[in-house]
Every structure is written in structure tokens, then in C-alpha cells.
């Protein structure tokens, strides 16, 4: 907390989190712990509910829905809130009220339940740090509980109230495994889509996760700190899910570019004319690279017959042909949609942000699959091959070794590793 400062905020009641020393890339800005999270439900039976990590579990005999690693992370989480919530969760789960609950809903209503079974007192500190956090613009009702809380309606609902906008999904090698509250973070750090932190997860024995807050890059004296609120890749839709779940208008220089662009076009509809754009934005970007930051720098330096590319479908449509062809092939279209995708993931994303980091790793050990599956000859292809592998393994470790470890034990980190191996034997 020393490396940061909180300066008043005019205009709302929320502060800002501002450097007071140089944040040196890497290191840990803050670390928050978790005050209430529930895992999703496809991580249910998976991994632990107290401290997340993938072990051999047992089920709670009680409810038969709460699975653990050990006798103290089961102990924990039932003097935390599941003996207020064992005996009535199937008759819970099963009623007409949870069921008629989409999915996040279901989510928000379990950790909710878990949230308000832990407290008796109104004045307790660990909620005055959830009521104090700006709530959601929209009207709120709330959904059924696991427990019958023993705070007032009114204190339930304004805790309620704070989720929409302040919740944290909890994530290990950027997949999502459950979602949390974690007030600390909440309260420090606003959103920006070129933000210059980032949060990771540390899982441990008999703990809840706890978010550790990483600087992607040097953070100067005085400068504000921020984490993205959501995936900043959703150019043409985050404005809006600004307005309506955080009651806010982003001003950053990525939105900024956006505002100047206007409507940004449709992708062609032919798969040959696709092909062609992503080839254009190879050779744009080989000609003068450009980053998150410096493109929104300059917004009349990016050609507007590329602009397509930054709409929605046209990104998720090259993350999915790259991810077909990577494993099925052919592997000349995964390299090209590979490296389109990255190429536009450093356009979209700040730098150091552990997206492209990931994405570079895939593109990595693809080539790499290539050279085995297709027993090249040891002759120029080969080589070439060998070649761009090492170049993106070596900036897919520059990158991701700033976020460092975080989530489960093997990881990205790991197999930057093993590929190391085996091509130095190569
Ligand atoms: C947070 O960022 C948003 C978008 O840039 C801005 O509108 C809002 O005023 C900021 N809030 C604080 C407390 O800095
Ligand atoms: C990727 O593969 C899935 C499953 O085979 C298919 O449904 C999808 O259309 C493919 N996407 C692209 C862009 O080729
Ligand atoms: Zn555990
Ligand atoms: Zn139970
Ligand atoms: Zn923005």
C-alpha cells in the first residue's frame, strides 16, 4: 500500500489510485484478498470451493455440492459460511426461484449468499468496505438466498448492489474459474482499455484466491493506476456495457480512437476478401510496427481501408480460424491467421498485456507441432520454421514473465519451458 497513494476523485466518491514511486514492470502494486467467491459451476468438483487449486477432493456429506482438498480448507469455508448454508442448499438449488435464474444470475446469487452468511453485525468494517464502493447505475431486486441472512433486507440489498460493477472474474492462465468480491481492488483502481495493470490470482493452501495487482510496465510518480474491467478487445460494444453496468463514459486514447473512427466496418463476407485483409494488416504492420498505445497516439496514421479489422466478428472470426487450424490444419493457415492475430492483438491490447502473451505461446508451439507432424526435411523450410518459433516463444516469455506465476501450477510459464527444451535439442 506504501506504493500507492489515493487522491479524492472529483465529481464522485470514489478515489483514484496514484503511484507514489516509480512501479517498476512486474512488480506487485498491491495484493487483495478475497472477501467472499464462488467457483463456476463448470470448475464445480474440479477444484477446491475454499482455495481453488485442482486436487484430489472430497464432497462435503452434508450437501453432497461443496467439494475440498483438505479438512482445513473444509473448515475454513464452514465456520466462514457453509454451515449457515449445508442443510438447505439442495432444497435451495432445487427451488423454482434459483432455477428460474439465468446462469450469472445463479452465479451472483451463490456468492451473495456466501457473502451475507458470514456476517451478523451491520457495523462490521468488511462490509462498510463493500457499501462504500460506487454502486451500479441499473435497479437492482434481489435474487433468492442459500441462507437467511442476519443483516437486514436493506443492508443485503446495497451490498447487492455493488456486484454488477465491482466483482472480479477470478481467473488461472486467463480462463475464467469463478467469480469473487474483493474490495480492496475494487476501491483502488478504475478502468482504462489501455490499462497499465493487471490482475493474477494466487492460489494457496487453505486460502481464498488472493488477487495480487502486477504494473505491465514502468508506472511513473503521480501516474493513476488502472486494470481493464473487461476485455478490451470489445471495441464496438464496451462503451455501452460502460453506460449500463458501470455508469461510466471511457475517455481513454483506445476509445478516443474509436470515437474518431465512428462506425467501424463490416468485414467482408467472402473468406477470400477476409484472407486479403489480414494479409494488408500483416504488411502494415511489418512496415511500421505500432502498439495499443502509439496507434490511438495517431489515429490518422492507421489506414482506413484496414478499419474492418478492429470489428468484433472479424476478431473473433481469426481466433477461431487460427484456433481450428492450429490443431486440425493446414498449418499455412494458422501461421497466417496467427500472425494476423497478433499483429491486431498488438494493435488492440497496451503492451506487456498477457493476451498477447498467450496468443504468442499458441502461435509458438504450432509451429513447432508443424515441424513435427510433418517431418520437414532438415533443409531451408525447416529452418524458417524453427526460426519464427524461437522469435515468438521469445517474446511470448518477455511478456508473460512481467504478470509471472499465477493460477494453477502448470501454465504458460511451464510450457514456455519445455519448448526451450526441445528446441535447443532441435
Ligand atoms: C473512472 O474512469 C471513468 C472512465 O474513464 C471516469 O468516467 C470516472 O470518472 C473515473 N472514476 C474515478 C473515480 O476516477
Ligand atoms: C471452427 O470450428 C468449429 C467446430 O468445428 C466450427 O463450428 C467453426 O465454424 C469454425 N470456425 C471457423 C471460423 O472456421
Ligand atoms: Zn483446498
Ligand atoms: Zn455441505
Ligand atoms: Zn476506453
Same mark, same amino acid.
Given at each position: 500500500?506504501?506504493?500507492?497513494?489515493?487522491?479524492?476523485?472529483?465529481? @464522485?466518491?470514489?478515489?483514484?489510485?496514484?503511484?507514489?514511486?516509480?512501479?517498476?514492470?512486474?512488480?506487485?502494486?498491491?495484493?487483495?484478498?478475497?472477501?467472499?467467491?464462488?467457483?463456476?459451476?463448470?470448475?464445480?468438483?474440479?477444484?477446491?470451493?475454499?482455495?481453488?487449486?485442482?486436487?484430489?477432493?472430497?464432497?462435503?456429506?452434508?450437501?453432497?455440492?461443496?467439494?475440498?482438498?483438505?479438512?482445513?480448507?473444509?473448515?475454513?469455508?464452514?465456520?466462514?459460511?457453509?454451515?449457515?448454508?449445508?442443510?438447505?442448499?439442495?432444497?435451495?438449488?432445487?427451488?423454482?426461484?434459483?432455477?428460474?435464474?439465468?446462469?450469472?444470475?445463479?452465479?451472483?446469487?451463490?456468492?451473495?449468499?456466501?457473502?451475507?452468511?458470514?456476517?451478523?453485525?451491520?457495523?462490521?468494517?468488511?462490509?462498510?468496505?463493500?457499501?462504500?464502493?460506487?454502486?451500479?447505475?441499473?435497479?437492482?431486486?434481489?435474487?433468492?438466498?442459500?441462507?437467511?441472512?442476519?443483516?437486514?433486507?436493506?443492508?443485503?440489498?446495497?451490498?447487492?448492489?455493488?456486484?454488477?460493477?465491482?466483482?472480479?472474474?477470478?481467473?488461472?492462465?486467463?480462463?475464467?474459474?469463478?467469480?469473487?468480491?474483493?474490495?480492496?481492488?475494487?476501491?483502488?483502481?478504475?478502468h482504462?482499455c489501455?490499462?497499465?495493470?493487471?490482475?493474477?490470482?494466487?492460489?494457496?493452501?487453505?486460502?481464498?484466491?488472493?488477487?495480487?495487482?502486477?504494473?505491465?510496465?514502468?508506472?511513473?510518480?503521480?501516474?493513476?493506476?488502472?486494470?481493464?474491467y473487461l476485455?478490451p478487445?470489445l471495441l464496438q460494444t464496451r462503451q455501452q456495457i460502460f453506460r449500463l453496468t458501470y455508469?461510466f463514459e471511457c475517455h481513454c486514447?483506445s476509445c478516443l480512437f474509436v470515437e474518431?473512427v465512428?462506425?467501424i466496418?463490416?468485414?467482408?463476407?467472402?473468406?477470400?476478401?477476409?484472407?486479403?485483409?489480414?494479409?494488408?494488416?500483416?504488411?502494415?504492420?511489418?512496415?511500421?510496427?505500432?502498439?495499443?498505445?502509439?496507434?490511438?497516439?495517431?489515429?490518422?496514421?492507421?489506414?482506413?481501408?484496414?478499419?474492418?479489422?478492429?470489428?468484433?466478428?472479424?476478431?473473433?472470426?481469426?481466433?477461431?480460424?487460427?484456433?481450428?487450424?492450429?490443431?486440425?490444419?493446414?498449418? @499455412?493457415?494458422?501461421?497466417?491467421?496467427?500472425?494476423?492475430?497478433?499483429?491486431?492483438?498488438?494493435?488492440?491490447?497496451?503492451?506487456?498485456?498477457?493476451?498477447?502473451?498467450?496468443?504468442?505461446?499458441?502461435?509458438?508451439?504450432?509451429?513447432?507441432?508443424?515441424?513435427?507432424?510433418?517431418?520437414?526435411?532438415?533443409?531451408?523450410?525447416?529452418?524458417?520454421?524453427?526460426?519464427?518459433?524461437?522469435?515468438?516463444?521469445?517474446?511470448?516469455?518477455?511478456?508473460?514473465?512481467?504478470?509471472?506465476?499465477?493460477?494453477?501450477?502448470?501454465?504458460?510459464?511451464?510450457?514456455?519451458?519445455?519448448?526451450?527444451?526441445?528446441?535447443?535439442?532441435?
Amino acid at each position: 500500500m506504501a506504493s500507492v497513494q489515493l487522491e479524492p476523485h472529483t465529481g @464522485s466518491g470514489r478515489s483514484q489510485a496514484v503511484a507514489r514511486k516509480v512501479l517498476p514492470a512486474g512488480c506487485v502494486i498491491v495484493s487483495s484478498p478475497a472477501l467472499a467467491t464462488a467457483l463456476l459451476p463448470q470448475e464445480k468438483g474440479k477444484r477446491c470451493d475454499t482455495c481453488y487449486r485442482i486436487l484430489p477432493l472430497h464432497r462435503c456429506t452434508g450437501c453432497a455440492a461443496y467439494w475440498y482438498c483438505s479438512t482445513d480448507c473444509q473448515t475454513t469455508q464452514w465456520q466462514l459460511h457453509h454451515k449457515r448454508i449445508c442443510k438447505r442448499f439442495a432444497q435451495y438449488t432445487s427451488s423454482v426461484a434459483f432455477q428460474a435464474l439465468a446462469s450469472h444470475e445463479k452465479m451472483d446469487a451463490l456468492l451473495l449468499s456466501h457473502l451475507v452468511a458470514q456476517f451478523t453485525d451491520a457495523n462490521d468494517d468488511r462490509l462498510t468496505h463493500v457499501t462504500c464502493l460506487l454502486p451500479g447505475p441499473a435497479e437492482i431486486s434481489l435474487p433468492p438466498l442459500a441462507c437467511s441472512p442476519r443483516i437486514s433486507d436493506s443492508l443485503v440489498k446495497d451490498l447487492y448492489s455493488r456486484f454488477g460493477n465491482n466483482n472480479f472474474v477470478i481467473h488461472s492462465h486467463l480462463s475464467g474459474v469463478g467469480h469473487g468480491v474483493f474490495p480492496l481492488a475494487s476501491r483502488l483502481f478504475n478502468h482504462s482499455c489501455l490499462p497499465n495493470a493487471a490482475a493474477k490470482y494466487r492460489l494457496s493452501a487453505s486460502n481464498m484466491p488472493i488477487m495480487e495487482v502486477v504494473a505491465l510496465r514502468d508506472i511513473s510518480p503521480g501516474e493513476e493506476i488502472c486494470l481493464p474491467y473487461l476485455d478490451p478487445a470489445l471495441l464496438q460494444t464496451r462503451q455501452q456495457i460502460f453506460r449500463l453496468t458501470y455508469g461510466f463514459e471511457c475517455h481513454c486514447l483506445s476509445c478516443l480512437f474509436v470515437e474518431r473512427v465512428g462506425r467501424i466496418p463490416e468485414p467482408p463476407p467472402d473468406e477470400r476478401d477476409r484472407k486479403d485483409l489480414a494479409r494488408r494488416l500483416k504488411q502494415f504492420m511489418e512496415a511500421t510496427p505500432h502498439d495499443g498505445l502509439t496507434l490511438s497516439n495517431d489515429p490518422a496514421s492507421f489506414p482506413s481501408d484496414l478499419l474492418a479489422i478492429f470489428h468484433e466478428s472479424f476478431i473473433t472470426y481469426a481466433a477461431e480460424t487460427f484456433r481450428n487450424a492450429s490443431h486440425d490444419g493446414p498449418y @499455412s493457415t494458422a501461421f497466417d491467421w496467427g500472425e494476423s492475430l497478433g499483429h491486431l492483438y498488438r494493435l488492440i491490447y497496451p503492451p506487456n498485456y498477457p493476451q498477447i502473451g498467450m496468443h504468442l505461446l499458441e502461435l509458438a508451439k504450432t509451429y513447432w507441432n508443424s515441424i513435427v507432424a510433418q517431418h520437414l526435411d532438415s533443409g531451408g523450410e525447416e529452418n524458417e520454421v524453427k526460426q519464427h518459433c524461437r522469435s515468438h516463444l521469445k517474446h511470448a516469455k518477455e511478456n508473460l514473465q512481467i504478470l509471472g506465476a499465477e493460477g494453477d501450477d502448470d501454465g504458460p510459464l511451464i510450457e514456455i519451458q519445455t519448448l526451450e527444451t526441445l528446441l535447443q535439442d532441435a
